[in-house]
C-alpha cells in the first residue's frame, strides 16, 4: 500500500507571496493532519482535517489554512509568506474507525522562503 | 495540558552498545504515547506505541519501550546499536480521550552511532 505522498517536495518562495501544498493520504485514511518542523520550535501542529471539516487547530496564524477534498487529499495554503515561515511541512494520516490512533507521516514539503 | 520533554539533544554510542533514549510526559489525562524516527530529509516514521495495554511495547528495528505511568516516563531502548540507528529520534503524546488528533512533540534527541 502507497504511504502518504507530499507535493512539491521543494520549494522555494518570496516574502509576500503565497503557497499551496498538497497531501495524499494513504488509501482508506480519511484523517489528514499538518505539522511545521522547525530548527527553533521543532514539529507543532497545524490543524487536522476529517471528512473534509477541520476538526482541530494549533495556534497558528489565520495565514495558515487548509481544506480537504471528498477524496481525502488536503492542502494546505500560507499567504502573505513571512521569513519565519520557512520549515519542513509535514502531513500525517490515520485510519478514523477502530483503536487505531497513530499517525503516518509523509516525506515532507521543504519551504524556504527568501 | 500535555508536554514532552526529552533529556538529551544529543546522545552518543559505540555500535553494539546500549541504546537509551529518555522521555518524560506531562499529562493531565492518561495519555497514548509513540516515539517515532527521522533521518536525514525524510518524513517520521513509527516505531512504537503505547495505548494502554501492554506497559512494555516492542516496536521495528529491536528497538522497545516501557510505560511507568509512576515516573510519567516512556524511555525508548534497543540491546544493541547499529550504524542504521543514526538519526532523530522524536517522542510524542496525546491525550486519551482526544486520541488521534493533536501530537505533541518532543525536542527530539539525535543519536549517533560510531563504529
Known amino acids: 500500500k502507497a504511504g502518504v505522498t507530499q507535493t512539491p517536495r521543494y520549494l522555494i518562495k518570496t516574502r509576500g507571496q503565497q503557497v499551496t501544498l498538497s497531501c495524499s493520504p494513504i488509501s482508506g485514511h480519511r484523517s489528514v493532519s499538518w505539522y511545521q518542523q522547525t530548527p527553533g520550535q521543532g514539529l507543532q501542529f497545524l490543524f487536522e482535517y476529517f471528512s473534509e471539516t477541520q476538526r482541530n487547530k494549533g495556534n497558528f496564524p489565520g495565514r495558515f489554512s487548509g481544506r480537504q477534498f471528498s477524496n481525502s487529499r488536503s492542502e494546505m495554503n500560507v499567504s502573505t509568506l513571512e521569513l519565519g515561515d520557512s520549515a519542513l511541512y509535514l502531513c500525517a494520516s490515520r485510519w478514523t474507525s477502530g483503536q487505531t490512533y497513530e499517525q503516518y507521516f509523509g516525506p515532507g514539503t521543504r519551504l524556504t522562503v527568501t | ?115
Not at chain 2, 537509551?20 to 518524513?43: A, D, I, K, T
Not at chain 2, 550504524?83 to 488521534?100: I, K, L, R, W
Request: net charge neutral; proline share 4%.
Open chain 2, 1 to 115: 495540558a500535555q508536554s514532552v520533554t526529552q533529556l538529551g539533544s544529543h546522545v552518543s554510542v559505540s555500535e553494539g552498545a546500549l541504546v537509551l533514549l529518555r522521555c518524560n510526559y506531562s499529562s493531565s489525562v492518561p495519555p497514548y504515547l509513540f516515539w517515532y524516527v527521522q533521518y536525514p530529509n525524510q518524513g517520521l516514521q513509527l516505531l512504537l506505541k503505547y495505548t494502554s495495554a501492554a506497559t512494555l511495547v516492542k516496536g521495528i528495528n529491536g528497538f522497545e519501550a516501557e510505560f511507568k505511568k509512576s515516573e510519567t516516563s516512556f524511555h525508548l531502548t534497543k540491546p544493541s546499536a547499529h550504524m542504521s540507528d543514526a538519526a532523530e529520534y522524536f517522542c510524542a503524546v496525546t491525550p486519551a480521550n482526544q486520541a488521534g488528533t493533536a501530537l505533541i512533540f518532543g525536542k527530539g534527541t539525535t543519536l549517533s552511532v560510531s563504529s
